[in-house]
C-alpha cells in the first residue's frame, strides 16, 4: 500500500476556490489510479473524481463536473483537485485514495480503493 497525506484544505467564502493537494509515499505512484472522495457530517462518503496512472482520462461526479478539475504530476507523487466555484453544499472532509490498477474504469466506489489518505476538512460559507 502508498502512504497518502493531504493539505489545501480550510475555510473560503462561496464562489471562492480551492486547490488540494495530494502527496504519496514510494516509488510506484505511476501504478496507482488515484480518486477524490469528499464526507460531510451525517452522509456517506461519495466519489468526487477520478484519474487514470498517466493522467489521460478523468472522471468526475456529476455535482462537480465543470467547477472541479482532477490532475497529477507522476515525478513528484502528487495529485491535485482544483475547485472552483465552490458551495456550500462543497463542504466536507475531503480524501484521496489510491488503488494499483491497470485501466481506470470509471470507478466510484470507496471500496474499490485501498489507500487513503487522513482527509482535509473544507468549510465553503455562504
Known amino acids: 500500500q502508498v502512504q497518502l497525506v493531504e493539505s489545501g484544505g480550510g475555510l473560503v467564502q462561496a464562489g471562492g476556490s480551492l486547490r488540494l493537494s495530494c502527496v504519496a509515499s514510494g516509488r510506484t505512484f505511476s501504478t496507482y489510479v488515484m480518486g477524490w472522495f469528499r464526507q460531510a457530517p451525517g452522509k456517506e462518503r461519495e466519489f468526487v473524481a477520478g484519474i487514470s496512472r498517466s493522467g489521460g482520462y478523468t472522471y468526475y461526479a456529476d455535482s462537480v463536473k465543470g467547477r472541479f478539475t482532477i490532475s497529477r504530476v507522476n515525478v513528484k507523487n502528487t495529485v491535485y483537485l482544483q475547485m472552483n466555484s465552490l458551495k456550500p453544499e462543497d463542504t466536507a472532509v475531503y480524501s484521496c485514495?489510491?488503488?494499483?490498477?491497470?485501466?481506470?474504469?470509471?470507478?466510484?466506489?470507496?471500496?474499490?480503493?485501498?489507500?487513503w489518505g487522513q482527509g482535509t476538512q473544507v468549510t465553503v460559507s455562504s
Open positions: 485514495a489510491a488503488e494499483q490498477m491497470e485501466y481506470y474504469r470509471d470507478n466510484t466506489d470507496p471500496s474499490d480503493f485501498g489507500s
